[in-house]
């Protein structure tokens, strides 16, 4: 239970699981024979075997009715399609205003609330509380009330089952696409690659116009294709264009830039991706490893000493800042996305050019997986810095600790400036808990082990809890395992029919108990544990089973912060002692806040 | 160690057998039984947590509780289930006295209802509720008892108070009382707490309670309690003896010690003042020098019927007869009617002619003969006085005590007020439903006592002999029964007469002291009165046998002890009284007081009468108070002394009594000599009272007379600073209830 | 992007206080205390003053005490409404708990005779009793606690031990193979066999001492002499068991103690309620006058 103990379990075979163990050798044939496959070079995959192999392993063929929903926008994907025959619409605009999750950000009417405290032994988790048609009320509902003007019609979700296997699909989609813009995509063309690789929500959604044949083709699959320079060079393209040049507005650093500057870095900016995707399945396994080798494992991104070429802007992904101490490196912060590195010593020389410019002061190493934005430093100190107010810049630093020269002796010890002591960063870093934007923390100089926050918890999710007040624990604190509504939810991965998601508006990641399938995807994928499979059950507790398989129905269930209840986390607010806080352990800041709280 | 994929329930009644190895049913127990299903490869054994265990309990507590309750319930009306605490002693022994020894007893399944209405029917007025009673039903439960400790408890009102009584009460409050409180009827129980357990005194009240109406609030007795003014306040005495005179003037010629103590310590404590006199006897306070003069005024005798003496001689002259008068009383026109003559004659209309016609003084001797009218007018008063005397020596005591009855009859008819009190008596008795113990209503009234004792206080052998002797045999109207009647009594008057005679030769005999000069000094005494001897010599000789052994009665030889004599030379009817205080007297005294009116001067002039009054004031009010026998009579002095409606011949005396107030009756202050005189400092009464300059008093003569009574008062009022000294919450306590009493009797004649 | 989690009212005390629990609200709470034993007094002459009946008044007083206690319960059980996080809640129930004590005093004294009237108080200083000792127990069990190794919850503790056990157990086979350690498998099958199957006796249960923790390991230690080199490490690892399943012990002992207050606090109250209820209701029957 504490950071030391270990789970025994084996790495992942690569292909072990192939997408779709029937895929079969003439499709594989013809596929290659259709652009872009054709114009791959395929030299470059013999490491894995050949292209058709990578295609048989990481690449299935979908065939779609027209309306079926391919991609759906908000939902995290990680899977790009390729159209192989017939059309798709993607849709420029929303469909839904809000994500069509009605259901999600409800609040409970007074009847509902008053009901929860009635106490009740019964752990029914009561499934699929809602028959289809309920639901597609509930939809056209809520839609109806958030969509303006009402003359535009209500695109329907509907849920059927393909192939043993849920999809969402609309109804109408004539109406639809009268209603709302949108292009037609034909065969050749590549869609929802960018959720993938920067593992962002879909920004639009695709539907099949026609009977349509697409190409799903999971991430790793992809990874491995842009080798060919190609094809590398025309997704960077497509993401420069559209991606790209939005996520750097929304970095607030670059929020007056204008135009020209915007264009100007995106077409500049490299990028680069570090580390194995699959860091979740891989850092529990080097979690026995003691830190020093961990550090020295992780891909390093930019080596302290070396000359400040790049400013690197972190697009998805963590990457771990540290220093040579002594033999060992020690852990000075972590980046998420959106934060950058360099911008220190870039400033540094910015302010006075003719002084010789810093190296890095210390280096960046990649988490799993970190996608990064080299700019160059050419730009930033001409278009960049010129734009930006001195009073954002960084404070100059005033004791480098590798100058011209190389190694400062009498450097500052590092301990100094970091915000939190290292023992409890890297205890964050190597938990994984700096993902988490509402880790449960438990504070055991008061806890008192009452359970009075699970039989809250209990009480609001009909009976049963959605956490174990159990976890990683560093001296007094104690990281329970309930949701973190995480920076990077892995766990959304890949879910088939989108059930689990997340909150635009609140950022928490829920799950639709009335589209989720109990494929227990997320909860496996979840590295800390905090998905849990339960049984369905009916209001007499007698559990549900399929009708064909005769096994009992599952569903995922997690902490869902209580958001149908206008008074916040039951958990928080049911500890008698306070020792029960939700956190954003992503950023230090309120942690180091709450600790001095503590203390004091 | 490794925490494994599943939810912990810890607020489940039940939790999984399974999972102390580990490996739960995944959704825990359904209720008691496991939760899998029996094609599952292993069910568990679901065990009950502590929560579950708790819960358990709860509900068995609860339901055991309940199920005691309403076990108790049933039995509510009954007994000692249910009692809060146990009662005060008294009450305990009440409820507790078995049925055959306490007559109070009640029965074990009725002893809550006995007081709490509640109990008998729900929520309902108790059975027997007055609607005219304004206290609660509670209230009225404790007063079926204490009726006759409280008699005003009905009320309710403050102090039991009501009407003029109340707004008197009202008056005296220095701080406004505010009305609503005025007018609040107040329970028992609002000062009165039962339950408090066997110890608990229910008259300990705390000063809190007093001051809900009494708003003026102070600290204590010492600082800020009004101050006592007049205290002890002027009482009404019916004998007035004045202290300051006595010690200045009597006991100063006397040269004798004038020590309080030598009076008024007393060793009985049903004072309420406590082990001290207010007043003492006669014979062991004013006797040494009250008895000489009084004896000297006794010996006389009352000359309760005396026949003027009317002037036959000239009476003739005119050419009228007198008829049968004695001759001892035919020589000149002399004397007075006597009372008892006046009211007979008084009773017939021509009487009362006759009466008025005679001379204002009421003299005989002013009367002019020579008026021919005025001469008849006396033949007819003769005529008058014999016939009464005639039917009083036929029909003796009952024709005297009709007579007394129609006289007082007359009076009280005079004040119609008495008349209605004397009519019907104790308006205030509780209502029967409410009286447990009740006292029979008095069979005989004061008033028939009264007249019984003032009829059978004369002789009547001795009124026909008197009739004899003056009248001769009665008139033939009335022979047979004369001659049947005479005879036996006579006889035994002679025998009477023998021993009585004996008695004075012994007595004569024996007294050295009645030396023959001194017998000389009695022969000047009766040479003094000529005529009268002579004429008794000739009867004596006129009949021989008795002339030597008869000699005319002299009172102060033969009659020492008090009786009736016929006197000859006085031609009267004399009653001797037996010293002080005697019955007979006092009754005679009564009855002259009644028949007294103030313009006739002289009433009481003869030296007994004064001798008696000058200590004794009998006002009329006093006596007709006396006559109404009421227990809430004006009169404090028969509730002093007597149950309420028993008559006695004690009762009678009352108003010659010098009033001792008892425990019975109730003041706003009360006090109590006992405990202090246990203090030596406070052993010599005058540390506490104080004679007062015989000025600044109600009237110079320092004296006041209400209702017939003379008021004295020539003690300074008590200092408050003086009781304070001792009177702190430290030392002697300075309770409200200490001092004063919270259920008071008529509140206006405490002034 | 930028989120709005909700921030109750509590959060906002939470954050507004520092350090340990109720410490902001200690002075106003006792200022509160202090006022309403004033009110109550002076309501209770005000009512000797008008000549009623005072035990009504601190009677019904300590009724609506016993209410707002009771609201406690009530609140852990509604979510769904911003009432304040339930630690404000319950350091309010401590301060109205002690205040309770206060009103009772005046109201009965400290022990009324009369059935129901004594029933009722035993119950009353029963949960009152209870209360205090479940707070005394709550307030420095986290220490006892944190003391006795990383966190476990109460119903793992049983599997936990059952672990151990078998660590131990094949510790001890381990052992037994080499005679140069075999005096660590005599040592278990003398002293540790039952240390590590049976449960703690109740003393222990209820007052949990390290005594036989050191008494054990000390032992295991005078066994050095007895032991090479693989012994030794048997013997740290067999002590570190023995340490472990000790910990478990204190935590089961110490969270069973808090929760068994708990309970006890708890489980009386219906029958109390029954009590006041019948309590009540015959005082207004019996009494002539409020």
């Known amino acids: 239970m504490s950071a030391g103990s270990t789970v025994v379990r084996e790495r992942p075979v690569r292909w072990d699981h192939p997408l779709d163990p ?92 008053l009901k929860q405290w009635i106490p009740s032994d019964k752990t029914s988790q009561v499934g699929k509380g809602l028959p289809e048609g309920d639901q597609q009320v509930l939809n056209r509902r809520h839609a109806g009330r958030r969509n303006a003007p009402q003359s535009r ?42 959720a993938a690789i920067t593992r962002s929500p879909h920004r639009f959604t695709v539907l099949a116009e026609t009977p349509t044949v697409v190409l799903e083709i999971r991430w790793q699959g992809l990874r491995i294709l842009r080798r060919d320079a190609g094809f590398k060079e025309y997704l960077d393209e497509r993401y420069r264009h559209s991606g790209l040049q939005s996520h750097l507005r929304e970095t607030s650093l670059f929020r007056f830039l204008d135009e020209s500057t915007i264009e100007q870095l995106a077409s500049e900016a490299r990028l680069e991706s570090y580390g194995d995707m699959e860091w979740f399945a891989e850092y529990k396994q080097s979690a026995s490893q003691d830190i020093r080798s961990r550090i020295e494992h992780e891909p390093i991104i930019a080596i302290e000493g070396t000359e400040a070429n790049d400013l690197y802007l972190i697009r998805a992904g963590f990457a771990r800042v540290s220093f040579e101490h002594g033999r060992g490196h020690q852990t000075v912060a972590y980046l998420g996305r959106g934060q950058m590195f360099g911008l220190e010593e870039l400033a540094q020389s910015f302010r006075n050019p003719n002084l010789k410019p810093l190296p890095y002061q210390a280096s960046l190493r990649a988490l799993g997986f970190v996608d990064v934005i080299r700019i160059p430093r050419g730009i930033v100190t001409s278009l960049l810095f010129p734009q930006v107010r001195r009073s954002e810049l960084p404070p100059p630093i005033l004791q480098p600790r590798y100058d011209g020269g190389g190694r400062v002796v009498e450097a500052p010890s590092p301990a100094a400036e970091t915000p939190l002591e290292t023992s409890l960063l890297e205890f964050l870093v190597d938990e994984r808990l700096i993902n988490g934007q509402q880790t449960m923390l438990i504070d055991l100089d008061r806890c008192t082990g009452c359970d009075e926050c699970i039989k809250a918890c209990a009480t609001t999710h009909q009976g049963i809890p959605r956490f174990i007040r159990n976890g990683p624990q560093y001296g007094p604190l104690m990281f329970a395992h309930a949701c973190m509504h995480c920076v990077d939810p892995v766990c959304m991965i890949g879910c088939p029919t989108g059930a689990i998601a997340r909150n635009p508006d609140s950022g928490v ?47 995922a269930s997690k902490c869902d912060l209580c958001q149908k209840l206008t008074s916040g986390p039951a958990c928080q607010n049911a500890c008698p002692h306070q020792a029960l806080f939700r956190i954003d352990t992503s950023d230090t800041k309120p942690f180091q806040v709450w600790l001095s709280k503590k203390v004091a | 160690m490794e925490p494994t994929k599943y939810y912990r329930s810890p607020h489940q009644a039940y939790r999984c057998g399974l999972a102390n190895v580990g490996r739960p049913c995944p959704n825990g127990p359904l209720g008691r039984r496991c939760g899998q299903s029996q094609s599952d490869p292993e069910t568990c054994y679901p065990i009950r947590t502590l929560y579950g265990w708790s819960r358990l309990g709860a509900w068995i507590t609860t339901l055991f509780s309940l199920l005691f309750v309403l076990a108790l319930l049933p039995t509510w009306k009954k007994k000692s289930s249910l009692v809060p605490g146990a009662l005060s002693m008294a009450h305990a022994q009440l409820l507790h006295g078995t049925e055959d020894h306490s007559r109070f007893s009640i029965k074990e399944s009725e002893r809550c209802a006995a007081c709490h209405p509640n109990v008998q029917t729900m929520g309902s007025k108790p059975e027997g509720h007055l609607a005219s009673v304004k206290i609660g039903g509670q209230s009225q439960l404790c007063m079926r008892c204490h009726i006759h400790t409280i008699p005003n408890g009905y009320e309710g009102s403050p102090h039991d108070l009501t009407g003029e009584d109340l707004q008197e009460l009202l008056a005296t409050v220095a701080y406004p009382t505010p009305k609503k409180i005025a007018n609040q009827t107040t329970e028992c129980s609002q000062c009165h707490r039962e339950h408090q357990g066997s110890g608990e005194n229910l008259q300990t009240i705390s000063s809190e309670r007093c001051q809900a109406c009494h708003r003026k609030q102070f ?170 005397l005639q039917q009083l020596a036929i029909e003796g005591q009952p024709y005297l005590r009709r007579n007394l009855e129609n006289q007082t009859a007359k009076y009280l008819e005079a004040n119609p007020k008495r008349m209605a009190k004397y009519v019907s008596q104790d308006t205030q008795a509780p209502p029967s439903s409410f009286a447990t113990v009740s006292i029979d209503a008095p069979r005989e009234t004061m008033l028939s006592l009264w007249l019984n004792q003032m009829a059978g206080g004369v002789p009547p052998d001795m009124l026909r002999l008197a009739y004899e002797n003056w009248y001769g045999k009665p008139a033939e109207g009335s022979n047979r029964l ?35 000069d001194s017998l000389l000094q009695d022969s000047d ?91 004794h004031s009998v006002g009329k009010d006093r006596i007709a108070g006396l006559f109404e026998g009421n227990p809430r009579t004006k009169d404090p002095s028969l509730v002093a002394f007597h149950p309420p409606d028993s008559p006695s011949s004690q009762q009678l005396n009352a108003c010659w009594r010098i009033y001792q107030r008892s425990t019975a009756e109730r003041a706003l202050t009360r006090f109590s000599h006992t405990p202090h005189l246990t203090i030596p400092t406070l052993r010599d009464c005058q540390t506490c009272h104080h004679f007062q300059a015989q000025k600044g008093s109600r009237d110079p003569a320092f004296g006041w007379s209400q209702q017939g009574m003379i008021v004295h008062h020539e003690f300074e009022s008590m200092q408050r600073s003086h009781c304070a000294s001792c009177h702190t919450k430290q030392s002697a306590g300075d309770s409200c209830t200490q001092c004063h009493n919270y259920h008071v009797d008529l509140f206006s004649h405490k002034h | 992007m930028n989120r709005s989690f909700p921030t109750t009212l509590g959060e906002k005390i939470l954050l507004s206080r520092s350090g340990t629990s109720s410490r902001v609200l200690i002075r106003p709470a006792w200022i509160l205390m202090l006022l309403g034993a004033g009110l109550l007094i002076w309501m209770r002459s005000y009512w000797i ?242």
Not at chain 1, 160 to 171: A, D, H, M, N, P
Request: some cysteine; overall charge neutral.
């Open chain 2, 482 to 516: 004369a001659t049947r009647t005479i005879k036996q009594p006579t006889r035994g008057r002679y025998t009477r007469w023998q021993s009585s005679s004996d008695a004075t030769d012994e007595s004569l005999l024996l007294e050295p002291s009645k030396s023959p």
């Open chain 2, 219 to 388: 600290e204590s007795f010492s600082k800020g309690h009004p101050d006592l003014e007049n205290y002890p306040e002027a009482r009404p005495r019916s004998i007035a003896f004045d202290h300051g005179r006595h010690r200045d003037l009597h006991f100063a010629k006397k040269n004798a010690t004038f020590d309080c103590r030598t009076c008024h310590l007393s060793t009985s404590e049903n004072s309420v003042v406590g082990n001290v006199f207010r007043s003492v006897t006669f014979e062991q306070a004013c006797a040494q020098c009250h008895l000489e003069p009084l004896r000297s005024a006794m010996e006389e005798g009352i000359a309760v019927i005396q026949l003027p003496s009317l002037d036959r001689r000239r009476l003739e002259q005119q050419g009228l007869s007198l008829g049968p008068w004695p001759e001892a009383a035919s020589q000149i026109m002399d004397g007075k009617l006597a009372p008892l003559l006046i009211e007979w004659i008084a009773t017939t209309t021509e009487g009362r002619e006759v009466l008025n016609r005679l001379p204002r003084s009421g003299q005989l001797r002013d009367v002019d003969l020579n008026d021919r009218a005025q001469a008849e007018n006396v033949t007819h008063l003769a005529e008058l006085i014999r016939s009464q």
């Open chain 2, 525 to 615: 005494d009766l040479l003094s009165l000529p005529k009268p001897l002579d004429q008794t010599k000739a009867e004596n000789s006129a009949n021989p046998n008795t002339a030597r052994s008869i000699r005319p009665l002299k009172a102060w030889e033969h009659l020492p002890y008090g009786g009736w004599f016929l006197d000859e030379t006085r031609v009267a009817m004399v009653y001797v009284p037996q010293g002080h205080a005697d019955t007979w007297l006092t009754r005679w005294l009564e009855w002259k007081t009644l028949q007294s009116n103030d313009e006739e001067p002289g009433w009481f002039d003869d030296s007994l009468s004064k001798q008696c009054l000058q200590c």
């Open chain 3, 49 to 290: 003053a008008r000549l009623g009946n005072e035990a009504f008044v601190t009677g019904y007083a300590l009724l609506l005490i016993c209410f707002a206690l009771a609201a406690l319960g009530i609140r852990k059980r509604i979510h769904a409404f911003r009432l304040g996080p339930v630690a404000v809640w319950q350091s309010a129930h401590h301060y109205l708990g002690a205040f309770c004590l206060f009103a009772y005093v005046l109201h009965a004294g400290f022990m009324p005779d009369g059935w129901i009237e004594s029933i009722l108080g035993m119950l009353f200083w029963t949960i009152l009793g209870t209360g205090f000792l479940s707070w005394y127990v709550n307030r420095n069990s986290p220490r006892l606690l944190r003391a006795a190794g990383p966190a476990i919850l109460r119903s793992d503790i049983p599997h936990a031990k059952i672990l151990v056990g078998e660590q131990a157990c094949q510790l001890a086979i381990q052992a037994a193979g080499s005679t140069n350690s075999a005096v660590i498998a005599d040592y278990y099958r003398t002293k540790l066999a039952d240390f590590f199957s049976t449960s703690r006796p109740w003393l222990y249960r209820t007052f949990p001492t390290g005594k036989k923790r050191r008494q054990l390991i000390s032992d295991l230690e005078n066994l050095e002499r007895y032991l090479d080199d693989r012994g030794k490490v048997l013997m740290e690892r067999m002590s570190q068991l023995v340490h472990d399943r000790d910990d478990l012990d204190f935590q089961s002992a110490i969270q069973n103690r808090m929760r068994f207050c708990a309970a006890l606090h708890t489980f009386l109250l219906g029958a109390f309620t029954v009590f006041v209820i019948a309590h009540v209701w015959l005082a207004h029957q019996y009494s002539s006058h409020w």
């Open chain 1, 509 to 555: 990641i829920s799950i639709d108990p009335n589209t989720c399938i109990g494929c227990k995807t997320c909860s496996e994928s979840c590295p800390y544990e905090n998905i849990v499979m339960i049984q369905l059950v009916d209001q007499q507790g007698r559990k549900m089973v399929d009708k064909e398989s005769n096994l009992p129905i599952l569903q």
């Open chain 1, 153 to 194: 019609t209500i695109p329907v979700q509907q849920v059927k089952t393909v192939e043993g296997r849920s999809r969402i699909f609309l109804q109408d989609i004539e109406a639809v696409v009268a209603d709302f813009q949108s292009e037609p995509l034909g065969p050749g063309h590549i869609f929802g690659e960018m």
């Open chain 1, 22 to 113: 029937e895929m079969l050798h003439r499709d594989i044939g013809w596929l290659l024979s259709q652009p872009p496959f054709s114009e791959l070079n395929p030299n470059l995959f013999l490491s894995h075997g050949s292209l058709a192999n990578i295609l048989r392993h990481d690449a299935r063929i979908l065939r779609c009715e027209p309306g079926d929903v391919i991609v759906r926008e908000g939902d995290y994907g990680s899977s790009a399609f390729v159209v192989l025959r017939g059309s798709v619409r993607a849709f420029l605009v929303s469909l839904w205003e809000k994500r069509g999750r009605p259901e999600s950000s409800a609040q409970l009417g007074i009847f509902q609330r």
